[in-house]
């Protein structure tokens, strides 16, 4: 199979999936936790970004008086996720290449061919974070009532949520909802950006190789989204901090995920 970086054609067929077991994923998590050890004090200072960036996002939903998308940005933080670690991948990459790494070697994804690739992913994985909140949202008013959005204190909006039928329908028809959108992004980008940072492939390729990935390996994929979103909603209390450790582990922890699913 041919793909194409920008109008380079890239011969992709060496490509194979490997078949994993949950054990794989528990290694997977060990190796980046090792890598977060090794870098710490680097990817800390870099993924406190992250975290600034959700706790600005959830200030402001308080500031205009947007409290029912609190929630849903805390659980959209997962959708982003593969983007933002893209640099930790690479950084992972050179540690196995016996490189020096510094936080500075992640903005070297920024040199790659496939950074067009990476860009078109992550204006999908941006757009998929806006259709999440504009679905929330939707999904509040229609059965909280319209009128009630723009008015609610955060006590007032979790009574109502906690305590009446129509926030217990939310609660199970946004779960739902927001389960098919994480399960559509873990789909696409378990492999897909991780792959974009190790080889010159475009995206198309990139995403046929996640899907395929996940096709093989369906319950260790899976075990590995719930450990995410776990994980991500942990690392959410309180106020974002956590984020700037467990993003790092989950971003080095992706990429050994990968290398043990594709080989060439």
Not at 60 to 79: D, Q
Request: proline share 5%; net charge positive; glycine share 8%.
């Amino acid at each position: 199979m041919m793909d194409s970086v920008f109008g380079e054609a890239v011969d992709y067929s060496e490509a194979r999936i490997n078949r994993i077991t949950v054990r794989d994923v528990r290694e997977a998590l060990r190796k980046g936790f090792e890598d977060y050890k090794i870098n710490r004090t680097d990817v800390l200072f870099l993924c406190l970004i992250y975290p600034l960036l959700m706790y600005l996002v959830v200030r402001l939903a308080f500031g205009y008086g947007v409290i029912p998308l609190i929630f849903p940005v805390i659980a959209g933080s997962a959708l982003l996720g593969p983007l933002v670690a893209v640099g930790l991948y690479h950084v992972s990459w050179r540690r196995e290449q016996g490189l020096e790494t510094h936080w500075r070697d992640a903005f070297r994804v920024f040199r790659l061919p496939s950074i067009g690739g990476i860009a078109i992913l992550g204006c999908f994985s941006l757009a998929l974070f806006m259709a999440w909140l504009v679905a929330a949202l939707t999904i509040y008013r229609s059965t909280m009532g319209a009128g009630t959005v723009w008015q609610l204190s955060l006590r007032e909006f979790i009574g109502q949520v906690l305590s009446t039928p129509e926030g217990w329908a939310m609660i199970v028809i946004g779960n739902a909802v927001g389960f098919v959108f994480a399960a559509a992004v873990l789909c696409f980008s378990v492999v897909s950006f991780p792959m974009l940072v190790d080889r010159p492939v475009g995206p198309v390729n990139a995403v046929l190789t996640s899907l395929r990935a996940v096709a093989a390996n369906p319950v260790p994929v899976a075990v590995w989204g719930l450990i995410v979103a776990a994980l991500l909603i942990l690392g959410s209390i309180p106020f974002f901090v956590g984020l700037a450790v467990v993003m790092p582990i989950l971003g080095h922890a992706t990429w050994h995920l990968y290398r043990r699913m594709v080989h060439f």
